[in-house]
């Protein structure tokens, strides 16, 4: 599966943004998605998962009540919508898929930049 992640720019504190990840296939259905995010000097970081049906989601306790993450099978997307921007959320973010059964995530797409100014 190949992803394709936009939606980024820049956007003042306590502003949002939505961004999007379409994946190529037939099997998208198959896959958990998750997104991730890379700040400037920093290591790669979970941001929120959600299961192949989209019935489950999980997110890192610094996004936890602002960030919602959401799929449209139909559509081979996924959705990261992000409310209450903060500056440390200022990163590169990634979309990713895990295959259902494996034990990583074997796709990645190529990173859209956020950047919050406070």
């Known amino acids: 599966v190949q992803l394709q992640a936009c939606g980024g720019g820049l956007v003042q504190a306590g502003g949002s943004l939505r961004l999007s990840c379409v994946a190529s296939?037939?099997?998208?259905?198959?896959?958990?998605m998750a997104w991730f995010r890379q700040a400037p000097g920093k290591e790669r970081e979970f941001v929120a998962t959600?299961?192949?049906?989209?019935?489950?989601?999980n997110y890192a306790d610094s996004v936890k009540g602002r960030f919602t993450m959401s799929r449209d099978n139909t559509k081979n997307t996924v959705y990261l919508q992000m409310n209450s921007l903060k500056s440390e959320d200022t990163a590169v973010y990634y979309c990713?898929?895990?295959?259902?059964?494996?034990?990583?995530?074997?796709?990645w797409g190529q990173g859209t930049l956020v950047t919050v100014s406070s």
């Open positions: 990713a898929a895990q295959r259902i059964g494996a034990y990583n995530y074997g796709y």
């Open positions: 959600i299961t192949s049906r989209g019935y489950s989601t």
């Open positions: 296939g037939r099997t998208f259905s198959s896959y958990s």
